[in-house]
Antibody, heavy 121, light 115 residues
Framework: QVQLQESGPGLVKPSETLSLTCIVS????????WSWIRQPPGEGLEWIGH???????TYNPSLKSRVTISVDMSKRQFSLNLNSMTAADTAVYYC???????????????WGQGTLVTVSS | QAVLTQPSSLSASPGASASLTCTLR?????????IYWYQQKPGSPPQYLLR?????????GSGVPSRFSGSKDASANAGILFISGLQSEDEADYYC?????????FGGGTKLTVL
């Protein structure tokens, strides 16, 4: 059973950079795409970006200028950096794994429990 | 205008059926898209239900009951999640998702109430 666990600060000041890490346990990080997805309180889901285990990334165009996702195979983890944080970035941040479902089809099969990040001074 | 639009809420009775719609923006044709559906219960991350492009290109999530199924309504330019034999445990938020111009896009979600 693959398990994902997000870690990082629960409170970030405006204009600062958010750094979150997702630790992957009981499963291989190799061969998969990994994503960060967020959900403001009471609102819907927003895909932030994903990274392949090899390091190639794709980001949401609306966040691309502020986002960096990286992977550390040796530590079995991947990370999110989101700079210039504002109150609009307050959300539950989830990490998740993409599983293949044939051809160029993928779906999110394992998710972390999510971590609430509040942006406030 | 958002790429994907979902009704904010839907109510149905136990044992009945429900059709949750995911309408694509005008000018974005539903036909070539794989539409993914996720279920989210309060305090938990979303869970994958299924993916539907056509009857020959679909995928059911592991352990997802067959009473959850997908389809498309070309005339409405929408993807449909159909749930038959509604149970109280189906009460949740449902999100559609697709890959559009190099980005994953979610609909705003539909809160399904079973009462």
């Amino acid at each position: 059973q693959v398990q994902l666990q997000e870690s990082g600060p629960g409170l970030v000041k405006p204009s600062e950079t958010l750094s979150l890490t997702c630790i992957v346990s009981s499963g291989s990080i190799s061969g998969y795409h990994w994503s960060w997805i967020r959900q403001p309180p009471g609102e819907g889901l927003e895909w932030i970006g994903h990274i392949y285990y090899s390091g190639s990334t794709t980001y949401n165009p609306s966040l691309k200028s502020r986002v960096t996702i990286s992977v550390d195979m040796s530590k079995r983890q991947f990370s999110l950096n989101l700079n210039s944080m504002t109150a609009a970035d307050t959300a539950v941040y989830y990490c998740a794994r993409w599983a293949p479902c044939g051809g160029d089809c993928y779906y999110l099969d394992y998710w972390g429990q999510g971590t609430l990040v509040t942006v406030s001074s | 205008q958002a790429v994907l639009t979902q009704p904010s809420s839907l109510s149905a009775s136990p044992g009945a059926s429900a059709s949750l719609t995911c309408t694509l923006r005008s000018g974005v044709n539903v036909d070539p898209y794989r539409i993914y559906w996720y279920q989210q219960k309060p305090g938990s991350p979303p869970q994958y239900l299924l993916r539907y492009k056509s009857d020959s290109d679909k995928h059911q999530g592991s352990g997802v009951p067959s009473r959850f199924s997908g389809s498309k309504d070309a005339s409405a330019n929408a993807g449909i999640l159909f749930i038959s034999g509604l149970q109280s445990e189906d009460e949740a938020d449902y999100y559609c998702m697709l890959w559009h111009i190099n980005a994953w896009v979610f609909g705003g979600g539909t809160k399904l109430t079973v009462l």
